[in-house]
């Protein structure tokens, strides 16, 4: 179904808060296991021209982007996952651990909440918590 999508994303690096907020058109599809969320970024994001697409099954999500800006990230709950994220000065190697991940989708949309840290070099660098909402375009 071709969805809006409001994302709210907090991330806590440093001791500072930041908080960005996008809301966009995209896809909510009902897959085998679970569902796929797909959307384009934009220049809010500092990746236009990337396109993101969560897998989402119980227990966790894989963050796939492609485009100007490919990666991906694997949260699962309560478990680390080392994985290879590009940015615009190189590939780095992160470590990710996700301490809360749940979701209530539906044929009509709803809502995705998850939070995790990103680490690297066996430090942690920073937290994040990603509340997404997805309601049918009408």
């Not at 099954?57 to 990230?73: A, D, E, I, K, Y």
């Not at 190189?90 to 009509?108: A, K, N, V, W």
């Not at 920073?126 to 909402?133: D, E, G």
Request: charged share 20%; hydrophobic share 30%.
């Amino acid at each position: 179904m071709k969805a809006l999508i409001k994302i709210i994303g907090t991330q806590t690096a440093d001791g500072e808060r930041d908080v960005i907020e996008l809301t966009t058109d995209g896809t909510l599809e009902q897959t085998a296991d679970g569902w796929c969320l797909c959307y384009n970024e934009t220049e809010a994001t500092g990746m236009e021209g990337t396109v993101t697409k969560l897998d989402i099954t119980p227990g966790r999500l894989n963050l796939m982007r492609t485009g100007s800006h490919p990666s991906m990230l694997i949260l699962e709950k309560n478990r680390r996952h080392h994985c290879n994220y590009q940015t615009p000065y190189g590939t780095i190697d992160l470590g990710t651990y996700t301490s809360e991940l749940e979701y209530r989708l539906g044929d009509h949309g709803g809502e995705v909440l998850f939070s995790y840290t990103l680490g690297f070099n066996g430090g942690i660098s920073s937290a994040h918590t990603v509340h997404i909402t997805v309601q049918e375009e009408k």
